[in-house]
């Protein structure tokens, strides 16, 4: 006889699992108030033109009007191509960074971590104003001096259309690898040494080992950083508005310049909320594919 | 035992942090009278920067004095630093729940009326009030026919030069201080200011900060004096589509070229400029402000002084407060800032007795002694006649000749355009920052042409505004 009206059982809740779900409330309320709730209001005001007094519903014109705006599509092409440079390079300078710490006795360790975190506990604004006395026009400037040095002349680094990308990118490029350092090398310390003495038995070479048991094995610590890299830098802003603003000709402004300016500079929070959304469809669906083809064989 | 009493920790912990949390989202508002009684218990809220020097330090005496002539009223004011106070600001009137009070510059006020969260004081000011006031800062204030508060100053954007070497460059400064000059004078003048050593230069004739949205300033300022003071026309044509636009561009060009200005010119923001004019990098500079005599001022002194916090490298100065130049045969204008004390209101209708303790604070806040103390240490003008009045016992070290000049500026003021919708006027922000600005630093980098610029403009206000909404001549 099949089973088809089963009494349900009013589940208890009771001792830990009770004490669990209490804890977990409280992240849970968190992540209502500060997530969820943000993004179903942007979802709602992207729909709108807001005011604090009287918004009006607008329907999809805040979406159409957001990809027929050039300047919409050209801070898209920007932030790929930030995108692009940087994350790439920053992975694999962090990885080296990490192979080279970690033959180093565990003090030595520590100390280089802390090194190379420091930039990530530091102010982004104090960073920023180094790097704009760094990228100084004037002869003066430390960059022109180095170029100057070696008869490659002195550059407009931030002012020039030519270099005020590459010089966001060299930025990137030289700091912010402290977090990817920690993790890669947390992944480097788990991998079994009996895989290395069998390499070795076998006559491997340092690149051999790398090639065939530590890329492997960091497979999926690499897509995590890769897909968190990727996030992180399409929704980059604080570097174009400090050092850049932008410019010149809007060489520099990134899509999350774009919406800060669109909702805080001109108050049109509507659009600015539409054009989240999009970029977060847009990261959503890069996500996507960077795990449907690159975490194919990734095992967790 | 153990087990149960650390739970119980942890949940007391757990729940304090989410109370916390939610306490932020709480909050009462507490400063308006509820009863619409004039002489009611009320609290009036302002956010103000550190206007001047000393501005901040005085709020609790302000807050005294007020009192003092109100008895029920009672003036909260929250300090802001300049890097804070738009963003604070704005996030208050986004929630809903701006100060009463903000100090900030009269260009902003369009934004905030196109919000709906700008109180108009135009029927509680009183008559009295308003007489006190020089017509010309207060039309500043307006927007439409609505007025959304007091001026506090109105200030002159010039350009200041180095006496000892203006001299030295045979320029009569004194001459140009009292009857302006022409575009082409002073192209001649900043060459004659450039100084070559060894094949490099070693001191500029012109430097302006234009990095970033300080090339906005350039900009606004040079084109008042090319017959366009305001970005639209008496019959609301869009005015940067005018030929002058083009030849103010050519000028800005031309400059870079001569070698008056530096190439790196894009890249040089406000206080980099400031610092070249201190060691002697350049022989003018702009924006000038007033205040900057003071500043000059307060900087010789420590050179004398041997105080180690001088500008490194700096020279003693003599600033000398000097017209921009007019282009393209037209007549020059100044372009002034007028900074005041605007009225907000919040989500709730304010009751008029509110209303009416909020105009008294800022009006109480922007003449008599607070203006007076205020604008002296900014060496600006009163512009107050009870400010003007206090203004008589507090000596100010002011050269004679600066002040002349600026009087003489503040004469040939471009007028407020109260009558410009706040649509239009909108409209005219954004394509100014997306494509004004962005065109100029690529101007001023040496990447594209005037001419280019000047067509990208034209076809950006075109689709702005429509071809019957442009000026074509």
């Known amino acids: ?300 | 035992m153990m087990k149960k009493k650390m739970r119980v920790l942890a949940s007391v912990f757990a729940l304090s942090m989410a109370l916390t949390t939610l306490s932020a989202c709480g909050g009462k508002d507490d400063k308006a009278a509820n009863v619409d009684d004039p002489n009611a218990k009320d609290t009036i809220t302002a956010l103000l920067p550190p206007v001047s020097a000393n501005f901040q330090s005085n709020f609790d005496q302000m807050a005294k004095e007020f009192n003092e002539k109100y008895p029920n009223l009672t003036l909260k004011i929250e300090p802001a630093s300049w890097e804070d106070m738009t963003q604070k600001l704005d996030t208050q009137v986004n929630a809903g729940s701006p100060p009463d009070i903000a100090f900030m510059g009269s260009d902003g006020i369009s934004k905030y009326v196109q919000q709906g969260m700008l109180m108009d004081i135009s029927d509680t000011a009183t008559e009295e009030m308003l007489k006190d006031y020089d017509a010309a800062p207060l039309e500043y204030m307006k927007n439409g026919k609505g007025l959304y508060g007091f001026p506090a100053y109105m200030e002159v954007h010039a350009i200041g030069g180095n006496k000892e070497f203006m001299e030295k460059a045979g320029i009569d400064y004194k001459k140009v201080q009292k009857e302006g000059w022409t575009f082409d004078e002073f192209r001649e003048a900043i060459k004659k200011g450039v100084v070559t050593e060894n094949g490099k230069t070693s001191r500029y004739g012109f430097v302006f900060a234009t990095a970033g949205v300080t090339s906005k300033d350039y900009l606004g300022i040079l084109v008042k004096s090319a017959g366009m003071p305001s970005p639209f026309t008496q019959d609301l044509k869009y005015a940067y589509t005018s030929k002058n636009f083009l030849e103010v561009l050519k000028d800005i060009r031309v400059m870079i070229d001569d070698g008056s200005m530096p190439k790196e010119l894009s890249s040089i923001d406000a206080g980099k400029r400031w610092n070249m004019f201190l060691t002697g990098q350049t022989m003018i500079t702009g924006k000038g402000l007033a205040g900057f005599e003071r500043s000059a001022k307060l900087n010789n002194e420590k050179l004398k002084n041997k105080d180690a916090s001088a500008v490194k490298g700096s020279i003693p100065v003599d600033y000398v407060v000097l017209p921009v130049p007019s282009f393209a045969g037209a007549k020059a204008q100044s372009s002034v800032a007028v900074d005041g004390y605007v009225t907000f209101r919040g989500k709730k209708e304010p009751t008029a007795a509110h209303k009416a303790n909020v105009v008294k604070a800022a009006n109480f806040l922007s003449s008599g002694k607070i203006a007076a103390t205020t604008n002296n240490e900014l060496f600006v003008a009163q512009i107050t006649e009870s400010g003007r009045k206090a203004a008589e016992s507090m000596p100010v070290d002011r050269d004679p000749d600066n002040k002349a000049a600026v009087e003489t500026m503040l004469k040939a003021a471009v007028p407020a355009r109260p009558d410009i919708p706040t649509d239009l006027g909108a409209k005219a922000i954004k394509l100014e920052d997306e494509v004004i600005v962005p065109k100029l630093q690529a101007l001023i980098a040496g990447e594209i042409t005037p001419e280019a610029m000047y067509e990208a403009v034209r076809t950006a206000a075109v689709d702005a505004f429509g071809e019957d909404g442009v000026v074509k001549d």
């Open chain 1, 1 to 300: 006889m099949t089973e088809y009206a089963k009494p349900i059982k009013r589940r208890k809740i009771k001792g830990d699992a009770a004490w669990g779900y209490a804890f977990i409330a409280v992240a849970l309320l968190v992540f209502a108030m500060f997530t969820l709730y943000p993004v179903i209001s942007a979802l709602i005001i992207s729909f709108q033109k807001y005011k604090p007094i009287g918004s009006e519903f607008v329907g999809f014109e805040n979406y159409t009007e957001t990809f027929k705006d050039k300047l919409f599509w050209k801070a898209i092409v920007n932030t790929v191509v930030y995108t692009v440079l940087t994350v790439p390079v920053s992975l694999l300078l962090s990885f080296a960074v990490s192979i080279m710490i970690l033959p180093l006795k565990k003090k030595m360790q520590t100390v280089f971590k802390a090194v190379y975190y420091l930039p990530a506990v530091a102010s982004g604004v104090a960073l920023s104003l180094v790097w704009l006395w760094i990228f100084d026009p004037m002869p003066v400037g430390i960059f022109n001096k180095v170029t100057s040095f070696f008869g490659l002349g002195t550059h407009n680094w931030l002012g020039s259309s030519a270099y005020a990308m590459f010089s966001l990118v060299l930025m990137a490029w030289l700091s912010s690898h402290g977090t990817s350092i920690i993790i890669y090398l947390a992944a480097l310390l788990g991998i079994d040494g009996s895989y290395y003495e069998a390499a070795e038995l076998d006559g491997a070479s340092f690149f051999q080992k790398l090639w065939y048991i530590v890329v492997p094995c960091l497979k999926p610590t690499t897509l995590f950083l890769l897909v968190t890299g990727v996030i992180g830098s399409f929704q980059v802003f604080q570097n174009a508005y400090l050092m850049t603003g932008g410019g010149p000709d809007n060489a520099t402004t990134m899509v999350g310049l774009l919406i800060f300016n669109n909702a805080f500079k001109y108050f049109e929070f509507g659009k600015a909320a539409a054009q989240s959304l999009v970029l977060a469809a847009i990261i959503a669906v890069i996500s996507f594919i960077q795990f449907k083809f690159l975490g194919k064989d990734v095992e967790y």
